[in-house]
T-cell receptor, first 116, second 114 residues
Framework: GNSVTQMEGPVTLSEEAFLTINCTYT??????LFWYVQYPGEGLQLLLK?????DKGSNKGFEATYRKETTSFHLEKGSVQVSDSAVYFC???????????????FGKGTHLIIQP | DGGITQSPKYLFRKEGQNVTLSCEQN?????MYWYRQDPGQGLRLIYY???????QKGDIAEGYSVSREKKESFPLTVTSAQKNPTAFYLC?????????????FGPGTRLTVL
């Protein structure tokens, strides 16, 4: 079945440091891949997505590239800020052969802490 | 503003009681979803609905029930059969048409069983 594995947290960095959060997946077919961010006590916000191999999703300085050969979708940011502190979830879409979507499969989340 | 609303934000329930969580969306989305979030376990799919009057079980449907009588609404009932209901519950929706499969989430309801 489908699964998503992402690095365990918490990840603690200093402000302006380079960020990488690793994400690898197992899936049948050609899923879309997503990064969501969750701030304390809130729902999930879509950060970025990629729908096919070699696509790069980007938003707010974050980037991730859909690598089919390594089944990975690592999240990167060149210079993090204190406001980036949150929990980050990697996810993939689950689709029927007929094209309907039956939900997302999530990783367990990575808690990111940025210190000033 | 278009979006997804969930109410209440916090909910307390005594053991043995059923409780219903509300989810409403005004995005004109066809598909709606319920997830459960537990610490350190990410999100797990409870139920989903692709169109009105139709819904399917997800990975952890036991002890839960849903209805989809209107496009805008997808309430979740946590029954007394759910053995460990304390969790954060998230509702999401998705536009069915086109190629997009992006889901948008509500703010969540935190349920605590006393």
């Amino acid at each position: 079945g489908n699964s998503v594995t992402q690095m365990e947290g918490p990840v603690t960095l200093s402000e302006e440091a380079f960020l990488t959060i690793n994400c690898t997946y197992t899936a049948t077919g050609y899923p879309s891949l997503f990064w969501y961010v969750q701030y304390p006590g809130e729902g999930l916000q879509l950060l970025l997505k990629a729908t096919k191999a070699d696509d790069k999703g980007s938003n707010k300085g974050f980037e991730a590239t859909y690598r089919k050969e390594t089944t990975s979708f690592h999240l990167e940011k060149g210079s993090v800020q204190v406001s980036d502190s949150a929990v980050y979830f990697c996810a993939l879409s689950r689709t029927f052969s007929g094209g309907g979507a039956d939900g997302l499969t999530f990783g367990k989340g990575t808690h990111l802490i940025i210190q000033p | 503003d278009g979006g997804i609303t969930q109410s209440p934000k916090y909910l307390f329930r005594k053991e043995g009681q059923n409780v219903t969580l509300s989810c409403e969306q005004n995005l004109n989305h066809d598909a709606m979803y319920w997830y459960r979030q537990d610490p350190g376990q990410g999100l797990r799919l409870i139920y989903y609905s692709q169109i009105v009057n139709d819904f399917q079980k997800g990975d952890i449907a036991e002890g839960y029930s849903v209805s989809r009588e209107k496009k805008e609404s997808f309430p979740l009932t946590v029954t007394s059969a759910q053995k460990n209901p304390t969790a954060f519950y998230l509702c999401a929706s998705r536009a069915r048409s086109g190629l997009t499969d992006t889901q948008y989430f509500g703010p969540g309801t935190r349920l605590t069983v006393l």
